[in-house]
């Protein structure tokens, strides 16, 4: 009883002092969703990110002191300032990444800056916001609170209530030698079932994991159907195996040849503008396709890629959101 009044007490208090979701006008909604899409693609975001924070996003908060801590690689007076004022108002992953704040390269050098809490308080915060969630079901609450707690039975539940993201990585857990299996094969078993999962609940890199346990199995209408979906999500590693099969470059899975699709797929990825380093890819793979098409067919590949990119989300290289 202690506890749960706790709970409710931390609840009143959070409702207090969050503030409410920014209304974005038009023009400061466009930049933040151009700045997430350009942190997805390990781009140059701050501008963007940065329109949308200062008019109190949470979200675009969380990911400009993300792109704040990469580009210097601990967490910076101003990234913490930034990542404050989205756990302030309630985001999880902000209040994580200050709770893991102690083990930062600042720590180490020991020139941090003080933030408005320690990382162990902020840490309970998280707990107090997420438990009740987690405890009504709330997938993505019974996810945070594995990230939390480091409890390995919350990613479970997070992931037997549909969390896609939580089934990639009880897939990747299983495959590492998490978890107890009485007999060897029903590792594989439960590496499989969870990233058939996380594919079929639309995640692109538990689509990616599932294609080859699929290649494997020798399953190549599968492959050809999970590398497909994941492109048309937008997923650049899909895209890059997805443009070269159907170029025969190789022929490696029986997609019909398609040079104009196959080029053009490739082609598209010059969108990423050389993040995530794939422009060395796309120079070496471009002239091999274009040495089998006539001029004709470059430009609708070309044209084709336009098409797609009207079409389709953004490219992305779907970063974890509690990555490195």
Known sequence: MFFRSLVAAALVA??????????LTP???????????????YRVAEPELRVAAEAGDREAQYYLAEELRQMNRYITAEALKWYEAAASQGDYYAMIRLGRSG??????????TVGQKTPVEWLRQALMQAKPEAEQGDAEAMYVMYHIT???DWLEKSAE?????????????????????FLPWERSKAVKKWFKASAEGGYPRGMMEYVSILYEDGDMEGVRFWTKQASEAGFEGAISNYGAYLAHEPDQVGYPLDLVKGYGLIYLLKELDGGGGVESYVEYM????????????IEQAKKFAEEWKATHPPLSFFPHKLGY
Do not use: S, Y
């Open 14 to 23: 959070l409702a207090i002092n969050f503030p409410a979701f920014a209304n």
């Open 27 to 41: 023009e400061q909604q466009q930049a933040k969703e151009r700045g997430v899409m350009l942190f997805n693609q």
């Open 103 to 112: 083990k930062d390269l600042c720590a180490v050098m020991g020139n941090c």
């Open 150 to 152: 480091g409890n390995r």
């Open 161 to 181: 209530a549909g969390h896609a993201i939580a089934q990639f990585w009880m897939a990747t857990g299983d495959r590492q030698g998490e978890g107890f299996f």
């Open 286 to 297: 471009l002239p091999k396709i274009a040495a089998k098409m006539t001029p004709e067919q």
